[in-house]
């Protein structure tokens, strides 16, 4: 944990100044600690001495100069006893910034521990004793899963994954809104197609399905029954094959979404909740507490009392429960059932609901208790150009298409590419090439070419024994190129933390990127196995180090780590 190391290093400098005279008494300030985009300037650096100038009123340039030797005394008071520093190198630069180099030694011990910790590198604990409910996908369970569906898929599960790295027992839930004018409407088109293929009269609902998966869903259901349900009464044939139906295209989604790879730890259904009267219920609730009054014959919700722009209505003056009443039930059955944090990953078009939805949690004591994620839509496209039909179907692509298409590793790698507040590009050409533009496919070669350099060094008699070499082995690992590649390595733990914290899976896709770059120069510019039996060791435990890094973020990410290709 370079970061957290180099942090408290530069806080004791501070006390240190401090204790000396040398500054006036303050605390340490809030200051930026990153990774220095130019090698020139050292392996990290940080801004705190500007920082302090604000409080003290001196010259940062001058406390630079300061923690700077302050930081350098430190390291070489940890050598003294023969052992290497920290620190190689503290540099001021520019108005008062401090360029830091780390010691070789201390590079070469954070790839021990990579070593040591193998798949359990980057793990956190700092979530530990929370439970987190994810709710996503969520698609409506009587049509087909759209491509925006795989991407919510991806972000969910691996938002997920970051979570319970982070170590937060996260439960992954899908939301069924299987209640309804559109159940109704559903079984009726699924009804009208039945009878269209029984060869008998039949009024396609004016606002039914039209897709052709309705009418595939009637084949299935009359192939399976044989016209079973035609001799029953119309209503009582209508409830059954909508049930059926539901159920049929239920389980379909639920197919999907377990052939890539997500599997949801529960499927809640706004039915149960209706049937239970837990919505009628809580809106009885609402108004015994003030928190809801009726007015025009309607029950409305006061959530402008809660930093919403105006009260919404919980019941309309039919008398049907909206949907914002189902959801407000549905939300706090989620918090009775023992979570700290409910995270929703919702579309971009859902953006006018998240107020008033936060402000219900608010008013029910939760301020704090729902987290919202919205996401942009996925713009298909092939060669560049726009794809917008299936040239199977004639319709929308679907999810399944998709995937069927370009592979699973690839579907998920790049629905993950780009934050979730912007809109993705999904080239299917490019998802399916297995050239180094396409990026699940260069990062996965990354670690398929370390794979294959084992396979190698075990057909010349190497010795690959995974255990670590001694540190004067591993000074060995002298150039820049292998010093650049050691650096990216441990920068994975770092990433994982602030990925998990602001909610950022697509972090892992450019970091992997760049580490599969880093590796691919290190890789044309140097021999792994040579005549050298003691740099052979060296560099083939650097190369295992990347490999494992690699498969760590990948396993986040969902996707595999092919050992050839």
């Known amino acids: 944990m370079i970061a957290k190391e180099l942090r408290e290093m530069i806080v004791a400098a501070i006390n240190d100044a401090v204790a000396a005279g040398e500054i006036p008494p303050v605390d340490a300030p809030d200051f930026v600690l990153e990774r220095p985009r130019l090698k020139a300037h050292g392996d990290w650096a940080t801004n705190a001495a500007l920082a302090l100038s604000r409080n003290l009123g001196r010259s940062p340039r001058d406390i630079a100069d300061i923690l700077a030797r302050r930081l350098q005394e430190g390291t070489e008071a940890q050598g003294a006893d023969g052992g290497a520093g920290t620190l190689r190198s503290v540099e001021v630069a520019g108005p008062g910034f401090i360029n830091i180099t780390l010691s070789q030694d201390r590079v070469l011990g954070e790839l021990v521990r990579v070593a040591n910790e193998g798949e359990t590198y980057g793990r956190w604990s700092f979530g530990e004793g929370r439970r987190f409910n994810v709710e996503f996908v ?4 009587v ?25 937060y027992a996260v439960d992954r839930e899908f939301y069924l809104n299987d209640y309804g004018s559109q159940m109704d409407v559903f079984a009726a088109s699924v009804e009208a197609r039945y009878l269209e293929l029984a060869g008998l009269e039949f009024e396609f609902p004016a606002e039914g399905y039209h897709g052709a998966y309705v009418a595939d869903i009637a084949r299935a259901l009359l192939a399976e029954d044989g016209g079973r349900p035609l001799q029953k009464p119309p209503d009582e044939r209508r409830s059954e094959l909508g049930e059926r139906a539901y159920r049929m295209a239920l389980s379909h989604i639920q197919d999907s979404m377990a052939s890539f790879g997500v599997t949801f730890d529960a499927w809640a259904s706004e039915r149960e909740l209706q049937q239970a009267g837990a919505v009628e219920k809580e809106v009885r609730s609402l108004i015994a507490d003030g928190l809801a ?83 942009q839509l996925v713009n298909l496209k092939r060669g560049g150009e726009p794809v917008r039909m299936s040239k199977r179907t004639g319709e929308m692509v679907t999810f399944d298409e998709l995937v069927e ?62 255990d670590v070499p001694g540190m ?26 602030d990925a998990a914290m602001d909610r950022a899976p697509h972090r892992l896709t450019r970091y992997l990127e760049e580490l599969a770059a880093v590796f691919h120069v290190f890789y044309n510019r140097h021999r792994v196995i040579s005549d050298d039996a003691e740099l052979t060791a060296a560099r083939l435990f650097l190369v295992r180090c ?9 396993a986040i990410l969902g996707v595999s780590a092919p050992e050839s290709m």
């Not at 919700?301 to 407000?328: C, E, H, N, Q, W």
């Not at 939300?331 to 998240?354: E, T």
Request: hydrophobic share 40%.
């Open 138 to 141: 969520s698609a409506n369970p």
């Open 143 to 167: 049509g087909p899963l759209h491509v925006g569906h795989g991407r919510w898929a991806a972000l969910g599960d691996a938002l997920c994954k970051l979570l319970e790295a982070a170590g």
């Open 293 to 375: 009054y009726e007015k025009d014959g309607a029950v409305w919700m006061a959530t402008s009392r809660f930093g919403d722009d105006k009260d919404r209505v919980l019941v309309r003056s039919s008398g049907a429960p909206t949907y914002f009443a189902a959801d407000i039930a549905y939300h706090l059955d989620k918090m009775a059932r023992g979570y700290d944090h409910l995270i929703n990953i919702w579309g971009a078009d859902h953006h006018g609901y998240v107020r008033r939805m936060q402000a219900a949690m608010e008013a029910r004591g939760y301020p704090d208790g729902l987290e919202v994620i919205l996401g």
């Open 405 to 466: 298409e370009v592979g699973r590793d690839a579907a998920r790698y790049l629905f993950l590419t780009r934050s979730q507040d912007t809109a993705l590009d999904f080239d299917i050409q490019l998802a399916v090439e297995e050239s180094m533009d396409n990026p699940v496919y260069y990062v996965q070669y990354a670690h398929a070419r370390i794979c294959s350099i084992l396979r190698y060094g075990s057909g010349k008699g190497v010795d690959l024994s995974e």
């Open 472 to 497: 004067e082995i591993l000074r060995l690992l002298e150039s820049e190129e292998e010093a650049d590649l050691a650096l990216k390595i441990f920068e994975f733990e770092e990433l994982v933390r």
């Open 546 to 554: 990347a490999r494992q890094v690699i498969r760590n973020g990948l």
